[in-house]
């Protein structure tokens, strides 16, 4: 396959990654993304199988190699084998990632790695059982970490645990975050919390600023690593007495936004060029048909519209009523 040239945008920024949502139900009910439960109840209008590998193929001819499924909760889907077969299949795509919350961890990881899932991240906030519930409405903890154990031993390139830090819920347990990777081959990524459309309040009492940990890490002997060209946005540190390593996600950092390297569509086909923009186009009538030219040309045209970072720190959210929209 031919790759076109790159998919850039007007700050020469190159695009080779690419966050796709399957779905926006969710099975949590995480307290700082859907602590009333999914709103979605059908998962009848997402992408299909046929129109996720026109899309990924367009992608891949303008330079994407890294395609992350995310949801909601993308494993609720029970075709997720086949769209990893899919995604891997494409010439150009040299690497499949997931984004998931763990539940059908233990049972399904080994199928998945089958399918030709290359990494995946798990969402856990707390290593305490009782919190963990408290967090996620869920008890799958121990399944969930049995899972993880089973994945290290099918080899996978990359494992990564994601934790969004909650000033008033997992605050405390750092100390326990780096015990656990210590001696695991694991990254531990802690986010920080984001402002959506509907979590103001919350956002206000549970905001904690990973600057605090990075200043830690630094004063006891980490040091950053130099980040790869499809790597996520995570600031990684390493540490010679630690197997694991450390992420921080610090969207209210300054320059957070200038080596973006990801877009994102939905589970509708909607483009998402920023987690917080205002507008998405929808790109599905375009995916009826095999030709990826006109795909190709669109993604072209809406690049031109990419600003130049989220305005997240003038409380300016975008259309983003919570993260299971988009996956994050």
């Keep these: 396959m031919l790759v076109e040239n790159p998919l850039t945008d007007t700050f020469a920024r190159a695009f080779t990654y690419l966050r796709l ?3 926006e139900k969710c099975n949590f009910s995480c307290s700082y993304c859907l602590p009333d439960g999914s709103e979605c109840h ?6 299909t199988l046929i129109e996720i590998r026109r899309l990924v193929t367009a992608f891949a001819l303008l330079g994407t190699q890294k395609i992350r499924l995310t949801g909601g909760e993308p494993s609720l889907r029970r075709d997720l084998c086949e769209i990893i077969k899919t995604c891997k299949g494409v010439t150009g795509i040299n690497s499949v990632a997931l984004t998931t919350n763990g539940f059908r961890l233990e049972k399904d990881v080994a199928t998945w790695r089958t399918a030709g899932l290359d990494s ?7 290593l305490r059982p009782e919190m963990f519930q408290l967090i996620t409405g869920s008890g799958k903890l121990r399944s969930i970490l049995a899972g993880l154990d089973q994945a290290q031993e099918l080899g996978f390139n990359q494992l990564k645990i994601n934790t969004v830090l909650l000033r008033e819920q997992n605050a405390r347990e750092l100390d326990d975050f780096l015990a656990f990777i210590k001696t695991r081959k694991i990254t531990l990524r802690f986010i920080e919390l984001m402002r959506t459309g509907d979590n103001a309040d919350f956002f206000s009492r549970q905001h904690l600023s990973g600057a605090s940990i990075e200043q830690r890490l630094l004063s006891e002997g980490w040091a950053q690593k130099i980040r790869s060209i499809n790597a996520g946005p995570a600031k990684e540190f390493i540490h010679p007495d630690y197997i694991g390593s450390i992420g921080l996600i610090m969207p209210y950092s300054k320059n957070f936004c200038s080596d973006c390297n990801r877009l994102r569509v939905s589970s509708k086909a909607e483009l998402y060029l920023c987690l917080f923009a205002e507008q998405h186009q929808s ?4 995916l009826q048909c095999d030709d990826p030219e006109p795909v190709i040309h669109f993604l072209r045209a809406a690049l031109l519209h990419k600003t130049a970072g989220h305005e997240l720190a003038q409380l300016h959210t975008g259309s983003t009523r919570h993260l299971a929209m988009i996956g994050g």
């Design 42 to 47: 059908s998962m009848n209008d997402d992408l």
């Design 283 to 286: 790109l599905r009538h375009l």
């Design 120 to 126: 995946f991240n798990v969402s856990i906030d707390s």
């Design 21 to 23: 949502s399957l779905t």
